[in-house]
DNA sequence: AGCGAGTGCTAAGTATACTTAGCACGAGAA
DNA sequence: TTCTCGTGCTAAGTATACTTAGCACTCGCT
């Protein structure tokens, strides 16, 4: 293909490596549980190579997101209407049994504190 | 990896060939719409090479079916039913884009605190 | 009998995904 | 200071995804 001008990689490794800071992984740790080199996935971060899709699926799964969302970003599965990001917080807090109710109300208000909005 | 012993792979060319024979076509029609070469589309069907994303993609889309269950019938989407807890709403959390980094972090530590003093 | 034109296939090459070895820098401890 | 240990990175190699050229066969057609 020579087509390295896809502007959808370099945004998917964006994201991975957003995602990889925010779960404070290094390249090593996160590169070791995706059973990759660290190396490569510093340059998949990059955005210089497009990573197979079971290459895809193990940074998913070490990422705990689910490969669908991993794909959407590398937008192969564009299949527009698909999981709307963001705005659904809210829901997934309510909707986690693991949490009491107080618990919920806690994290709703710290949220919308940090929303800017009541 | 050297890790071909992946079955999935093999259903996926089984199931891209007889969808092809039931669309009525030659493996070098196939391989034309979805841009890629026709022995290499016949190798892909016999399950000798794992096709990397963006082949699948365009095989879905030359079969018009679903990129979705192509991914699923190579067994990149199965995403395991065993879904740890808290997945869901660090997962909100972390792909909505009306909060900050810090904000982000701010919130995954406390809902992992809320789910360790239950 | 020939001739195309279509089929799937193999072999050998090229492009690129991916690894191993190792460098340069920074932070904390002796 | 120096000595780790950890970080991200580059360079050079290997493995494999993918292509181009072309073979052997079959099915109409003349």
């Not at 190396?39 to 990059?46: A, C, F, S, T």
């Amino acid at each position: 293909m020579t087509d390295r001008s896809d502007r959808a990689w370099e945004r998917l490794g964006d994201f991975i490596r957003s995602q990889r800071e925010l779960a404070n992984l290094s390249l090593r740790q996160l590169a070791e549980m995706a059973k990759i080199s660290n190396p490569y996935l510093g340059q998949v971060e990059k955005g210089l190579y497009k990573p197979s899709a079971d290459v895809l699926k193990n940074i998913a799964n070490a990422l705990q997101i689910s490969a669908e969302t991993m794909y959407t970003q590398a937008g192969l599965l564009d299949e527009d209407a698909k999981a709307p990001p963001g705005r659904d917080v809210e829901q997934a807090i309510r909707l986690d049994p693991n949490l009491t109710t107080d618990q919920k109300d806690t994290m709703i208000r710290i949220y919308r504190g940090f929303l800017g909005r009541t």
